[in-house]
């Protein structure tokens, strides 16, 4: 894999002010106007249940930052940045510049090969953003200027170079070729199901002994491809499958990109409005509405996934408390995907003061859902089972707004690539009573949406517990 240098000076501290102004685009989708942007740093968020959209090209500015102090360094430098911006023009607040990007799952992260460009904490405020709400449509652009520039003088240059982008754009149309993909040649699941069932027996054993209530272990699996796989083939097949879920891309340089569709939502805040939700134990989903109420039940009636699911609300609500004033927890329901159900529980509150986003991403990851309980002891744990790192798998990845408010999902359903080589992650919450083949089934099961959007899931790619190393 061809490496990347990571840029020394993110924020540039003399030509710190950051200028943007929006122009109304009707008639460009997201997919054209990502695909018109192959090559350059892309970045893409949805949720249909949500009322707005984004996706960017390009790069203004970056923010990154490692060690203990990430979120908190992440948080000071989008402070500053937007505190200088200036906006032309009164345009609708919700135009306004985001920063895309997210954390790894380890703060002690070091990225290895298949992680190379991203840092620890990363974030991209793109050069263009595209914006939809209720399906109206507004093409920004961001870009930085000295600070002894006159923005008022740059703004006609500025909406003039915005026009000429809408007018390509418009003229471009759909990119060619932009649902053909790339031929899939091998899946490849490094870890066997005999290193599987030996890695959650000593977890077990670790839990049965009091050292830890929950560990959540994951695999990964390896996706091989004759070229560079298209994105956009990807990412509808995603929206048409998982519109629900909160679709992501995150590619800050070409051919390096983070993607997927999580159902995990770890935070939202707008104002003192906090909303999250506790989403723990899983089961498949029916052939029929009769076979699929009969699993509806068995997951309703499950000590063992009640009890994981338990240990996440509880969690979540001790690490909100301190800064909430308001906190309302739902019962355990059910969320149900294409391949998948879970127990959820969605949580609503207020916060004491206006923290922004940053500061319940900090307090919140990794959630038991991801991480384990006691989370010290189970990040510890993690580290020590599982031999291939996570990287930004079961991180936070979201976007932050001018008011420091924004929104981040848990980073699971998520592949990684690199050029011609994909990487894909499933993980398994483990408790006292967990069973390695059930766990097993259950993060092939988590496997299927991203092997179904890369081609993959196919019976000459079938995972079996019968094969060390499957290609």
């Known amino acids: 894999m061809e490496s990347s240098a990571l840029p020394a000076a993110p924020l540039n501290r003399t030509y710190g002010r950051l200028l943007s102004c929006s122009l109304p685009c009707q008639g460009i989708s997201f997919q054209d106007f990502l695909g018109a942007a192959e090559g350059q740093p892309r970045h893409y968020w949805e949720n249909r249940k949500d009322r707005l959209a984004f996706a960017g090209a390009g790069t203004a500015i970056e923010l990154m930052a490692w060690g203990k102090e990430r979120f908190r360094k992440i948080r000071r430098d989008a402070r500053e940045l937007y505190a200088k911006a200036r906006i032309v023009g009164g345009d609708p607040p919700w135009t306004s510049p985001r920063l895309f990007g997210g954390f790894s799952f380890r703060g002690d992260f070091s990225p290895d090969n298949t992680w190379s460009i991203y ?33 008022k003088a740059l703004a006609s240059d500025l909406k003039a170079a915005l026009r000429e982008k809408i007018r390509q754009l418009q003229r471009e149309g759909k990119p060619r070729a932009i649902n053909r993909q790339s031929p899939l040649q091998s899946v490849r699941y490094p870890m066997s199901f005999d290193m599987w069932r030996a890695m959650i027996g000593q977890a077990t ?36 499958d998982y519109a629900d879920c909160y679709r992501f891309l995150f590619e800050p340089r070409p051919r390096f990109a983070f993607y997927g569709a999580s159902p995990e939502l770890l935070a939202s805040v707008r104002g003192k409005v906090i909303e999250t939700m506790g989403l723990a134990g899983s089961i498949g989903r029916g052939s029929n509405a009769e076979d699929d109420a009969r699993l509806s039940r068995e997951l309703l009636r499950s000590h063992k996934n009640r009890q994981e699911h338990r240990i996440v609300v509880d969690k979540i609500r001790d690490r909100l408390l301190p800064l909430t004033d308001r906190l309302e927890i739902a019962p355990p329901g059910l969320l149900k995907l294409k391949h998948i159900q879970h127990l959820h529980s969605p949580i609503h509150g207020g916060l004491k003061r206006e923290t922004g986003i940053l ?72 408790v006292a009573g967990s069973q390695p083949e059930s766990e097993w089934e259950e993060t092939a099961l988590k496997f299927r949406p991203m092997l179904d959007a890369h081609g993959g899931h196919t019976t000459n790619h079938k995972d079996t517990k019968n094969t060390k190393e499957k290609d």
């Open 119 to 151: 840092a620890p904490a990363h974030f991209v405020l793109p050069h263009y953003q595209l914006v939809s709400i209720d399906g109206e449509t507004w093409l920004s652009i961001n870009t930085q200027i000295p600070p002894e520039e006159d923005p």
């Open 205 to 240: 054993e670790r839990i049965r002994a009091g050292e830890l209530n929950k560990v959540v272990l994951a695999r990964a699996a390896e996706l091989r491809f004759e070229e560079r796989p298209r994105l956009m083939p990807i990412l509808s097949h995603l929206a048409e």
């Open 359 to 430: 500061a319940l991403v900090e307090a919140l990851h990794p959630t038991p859902a991801l991480g384990g309980d006691p989370r010290e002891d189970a990040m510890r744990l993690i580290r020590d089972l599982e031999p291939i790192p996570r990287g930004w798998y079961g991180a936070p990845v979201g976007w932050i707004d001018a008011a420091l408010d924004g929104q981040f999902t848990v980073a699971i359903r998520s592949a990684v690539a690199q050029e011609s080589r994909v990487w894909i992650y499933a993980g398994a919450g483990i």
